[in-house]
């Protein structure tokens, strides 16, 4: 149980092009999801904390416009970057937190398998 | 603020060497602890963890021990595999503090050769 799926796996696109990305909880509800951005070799940048049904939260320095983040319901979340560049070009992981009790503990996050955007 | 601070890799092993990786935190409250294993092209699996101090989280043959007195949460494997080759990752999340957010440790690359 707890699985997290991201769609797409990989993609690419031109530069300018506005790419959406989606984490789904699978076999349970979500009440926060939370995106990360992972550079090579490198650790795990926190982008924003998305709950459902309210604005998300974005870490200091992440741009509010260019990604953009719905959770319009308790098993989906989606990430839009908008007018993609290259130095957009990255590992996008998401993490969901079920509703306490429900799946694993109140601060066990399950991690989706992470897209891979490659802007040219 | 909380943070992780784990061993600077990368660390290269034989097979069925013994590992450790050191993770320390800092954190306000009583946090969750984690340790993710990242294979390449992957997202993070979670490996083990641990919600309280002294807790012992173990899974596949690794090890780590909640230790409170000493902020540590260090990862050990007795006899390591050339398939355990990938990043590992300390993290802690904080209890109903921090909205939830997990604080990551760099990752440690570990290689284990034949």
């Known amino acids: 149980g707890a699985v997290v799926s991201q769609h797409p796996s990989r993609v690419i696109c031109k530069s300018g092009t506005s790419v959406k990305i989606e984490c789904r909880s699978l076999?349970?509800?979500?009440?926060?999801m939370f995106w990360y951005r992972q550079f090579p070799k490198k650790s795990l940048m926190l982008m924003a904390t998305?709950?459902?049904?309210?604005?998300?939260?974005?870490e200091q320095g992440v741009e509010k416009d260019k990604f953009l983040i719905n959770h319009a319901s308790l098993t989906l979340s989606t990430l839009t970057v908008t007018s993609a560049h290259p130095e957009d070009s990255s590992f996008y992981i998401c993490?969901?937190?079920?509703?306490?009790?429900?799946?694993?503990?109140?601060?066990?996050?399950?991690f989706g398998p992470g897209t891979r955007l490659t802007v040219l | 603020g909380n943070s992780v601070t784990q061993m600077e890799g990368p660390v290269t092993l034989s097979e069925e060497a013994f590992l450790t990786i050191n993770c320390t935190y800092t954190?306000?409250?009583?946090?969750?602890l984690f340790w993710y294993v990242q294979y390449p092209g992957e997202g993070l699996q979670l490996l083990l963890k641990?919600?309280?101090?002294?807790d012992k989280g173990s899974n596949k043959g690794f090890e780590a021990t909640y230790r409170k007195e000493t902020t540590s949460f260090h990862l050990e494997k007795g006899s390591v595999q050339v398939s355990d080759s990938a990043v590992y990752f300390c993290?802690?999340?904080?209890?109903?503090?921090?909205?939830?957010?997990?604080?990551f440790g760099d990752g440690t690359t570990l290689t284990v050769k034949p």
């Open positions: 998305s709950n459902e049904g309210s604005k998300a939260t974005y």
């Open positions: 076999d349970f509800q979500a009440t926060t």
């Open positions: 993290a802690l999340t904080g209890y109903n503090t921090n909205a939830g957010k997990s604080t």
């Open positions: 954190a306000t409250g009583y946090p969750s």
């Open positions: 641990a919600t309280k101090a002294d």
């Open positions: 993490s969901a937190r079920s509703i306490p009790g429900l799946a694993g503990d109140d601060n066990e996050q399950f």
